[in-house]
């Protein structure tokens, strides 16, 4: 069973950055993918950015250029970079890893971009 645990969320100014961390508790070496997703109020969840083991990224078109999926292997760990915050970013940020044909989840962190 792998435990996925996110941080790095918070309040951020429009225009602010910010990196979000989801630390695996066992080895990523050989998952499918792992991804960001977020939910905002009143909205379904949505992709946001997503990483295979042969690090292709996918990112939807609305954070295309501001934000950078990335993983690190050795760290069991895979990064989001955000900067150029909008308001509409505002959602809490889920992390999936995807191994075997199972879909993990964290437990989500909360991102609050203020105008």
């Known amino acids: 069973q792998m435990q996925l645990a996110e941080s790095g969320g918070g309040l951020v100014q429009a225009g602010g950055s910010l990196r979000l961390s989801c630390a695996a508790s066992?080895?990523?070496?050989?998952?499918?993918?792992m991804g960001w997703y977020r939910q905002a109020p009143g909205k379904q969840r949505e992709m946001v950015a997503r990483i295979t083991s042969g690090a292709t990224t996918t990112y939807a078109d609305s954070v295309k250029g501001r934000f950078t999926i990335s993983r690190d292997n050795a760290k069991n760990t895979v990064y989001l970079q955000m900067n150029s915050l909008k308001p509409e970013d505002t959602a809490i940020y889920y992390c999936?890893?995807?191994?075997?044909?199972?879909?993990?989840w964290g437990k989500g962190t909360l991102i609050t971009v203020s105008s």
């Open positions: 066992g080895s990523i070496s050989s998952t499918n993918a």
């Open positions: 999936l890893l995807q191994l075997w044909g199972i879909n993990y």
